[in-house]
C-alpha cells in the first residue's frame, strides 16, 4: 500500500486530503509543520510527500530543498500546493525539484488523480539503451548521469525523465499531451504549463545543449541539433 504524507497547517484541508487518500487506499499522515514531518520522515520515509508552500517556521520550499539534497530523499516524488496566483511560486518549487503543483483551491479527486499518476511514474521513463549522444550532450543510462561538454549536469527525477523521453524519440515532434501522458501519467490541458516549466528549467540547466530542446509551434517539442 503506497505511503502518503501530506504537510499543511490549514487541519481542514489536512483532514479533507487525508480522508479522500485513505479511502482511495493510500497510507497516509499528515502533519502541520515541516518539523513534525522530518520526525517521521527520518525513521519511515513515505512514497510520495505533498507540501504546502506557505506552512509555519520552515515553509514548503525549504521542506523541498532538504529533500532533495539527501540522498535518500533525493527522488522522493513531491507535489506542491501553491496559491493559485502564485505564479512564482509554482516556478520556483519546479525549478527546485518538485514533480507537480496543484493550485489552492483544488478538488480532492483530482489531486488523488495527480498522486497516482506521479507513482505510476515513480519508474522512469524507458531511456534510450545505452549511452545517448547528441552534440556536447551525452545521456549516461546507468549511471543515470547527464553531462553536457563533459561537464555533470544535476536533474531532478522528473527533469531526467523528461529529457529521457525526448531522447528516446530524438528527432520526432512530440505533442504536449504525448509528453504529459508519458513522463506524468495524464495529460490534462490545462496543466501544460507544468511542462513548459520542467522544459524551462531544463534548458537553463543544459545551458549550451539547451537549444537542443526545440520548440516545435502548434505542437510541443523535440530533442534535436539545429
Same mark, same amino acid.
Given at each position: 500500500?503506497?505511503?502518503?504524507?501530506?504537510?499543511?497547517?490549514?487541519?481542514?484541508?489536512?483532514? !479533507?486530503?487525508?480522508?479522500?487518500?485513505?479511502?482511495?487506499?493510500?497510507?497516509?499522515?499528515?502533519?502541520?509543520?515541516?518539523? /513534525?514531518?522530518?520526525?517521521? &520522515?527520518?525513521? /519511515?520515509?513515505?512514497?510520495? &510527500?505533498?507540501?504546502?508552500?506557505?506552512?509555519?517556521?520552515?515553509?514548503?520550499?525549504?521542506? +523541498?530543498?532538504?529533500?532533495?539534497?539527501?540522498?535518500?530523499?533525493?527522488?522522493?516524488?513531491?507535489?506542491?500546493?501553491? !496559491? =493559485?496566483?502564485?505564479?512564482?511560486? =509554482?516556478?520556483?518549487?519546479?525549478?527546485?525539484?518538485?514533480? /507537480?503543483?496543484? !493550485? %489552492?483551491?483544488?478538488?480532492?479527486?483530482? +489531486?488523488?488523480?495527480?498522486? =497516482?499518476?506521479?507513482?505510476?511514474?515513480?519508474?522512469?521513463?524507458?531511456?534510450?539503451?545505452?549511452?545517448?549522444?547528441?552534440?556536447?550532450?551525452?545521456?549516461?543510462?546507468?549511471?543515470?548521469?547527464?553531462?553536457?561538454?563533459?561537464?555533470?549536469?544535476?536533474?531532478?527525477?522528473?527533469?531526467? @525523465?523528461?529529457?529521457?523521453? +525526448?531522447?528516446?524519440?530524438?528527432?520526432? &515532434?512530440?505533442?504536449?499531451?504525448?509528453?504529459?501522458?508519458?513522463?506524468?501519467?495524464?495529460?490534462?490541458?490545462? @496543466?501544460?504549463?507544468? +511542462? /513548459?516549466?520542467?522544459?524551462?528549467?531544463?534548458?537553463? =540547466?543544459? %545551458?549550451? &545543449?539547451?537549444?537542443?530542446?526545440?520548440?516545435?509551434?502548434?505542437?510541443?517539442?523535440?530533442?534535436?541539433?539545429?
Amino acid at each position: 500500500m503506497p505511503k502518503v504524507y501530506i504537510v499543511e497547517d490549514d487541519e481542514n484541508i489536512r483532514e !479533507a486530503v487525508l480522508y479522500a487518500l485513505n479511502l482511495a487506499g493510500f497510507e497516509t499522515q499528515g502533519f502541520e509543520t515541516g518539523a /513534525d514531518f522530518f520526525a517521521r &520522515a527520518e525513521t /519511515d520515509t513515505p512514497d510520495l &510527500a505533498i507540501l504546502d508552500i506557505m506552512l509555519p517556521g520552515e515553509d514548503g520550499l525549504s521542506v +523541498l530543498k532538504r529533500l532533495r539534497s539527501d540522498s535518500r530523499t533525493k527522488s522522493l516524488p513531491i507535489i506542491m500546493l501553491t !496559491a =493559485k496566483s502564485s505564479e512564482f511560486d =509554482k516556478v520556483k518549487g519546479l525549478d527546485m525539484g518538485a514533480d /507537480d503543483y496543484i !493550485a %489552492k483551491p483544488f478538488g480532492v479527486m483530482e +489531486l488523488i488523480s495527480r498522486v =497516482k499518476a506521479i507513482l505510476r511514474r515513480s519508474v522512469s521513463v524507458p531511456p534510450p539503451d545505452g549511452q545517448f549522444v547528441l552534440g556536447v550532450l551525452k545521456i549516461d543510462n546507468e549511471c543515470r548521469e547527464v553531462t553536457v561538454s563533459g561537464n555533470k549536469v544535476n536533474l531532478t527525477f522528473k527533469e531526467y @525523465e523528461l529529457l529521457g523521453y +525526448l531522447a528516446l524519440n530524438s528527432g520526432l &515532434a512530440l505533442s504536449r499531451d504525448k509528453i504529459m501522458e508519458a513522463v506524468w501519467g495524464y495529460s490534462f490541458e490545462c @496543466e501544460s504549463r507544468t +511542462l /513548459d516549466m520542467h522544459i524551462r528549467s531544463l534548458r537553463q =540547466k543544459l %545551458k549550451e &545543449a539547451g537549444v537542443y530542446i526545440q520548440t516545435i509551434r502548434n505542437v510541443g517539442y523535440s530533442l534535436k541539433e539545429n
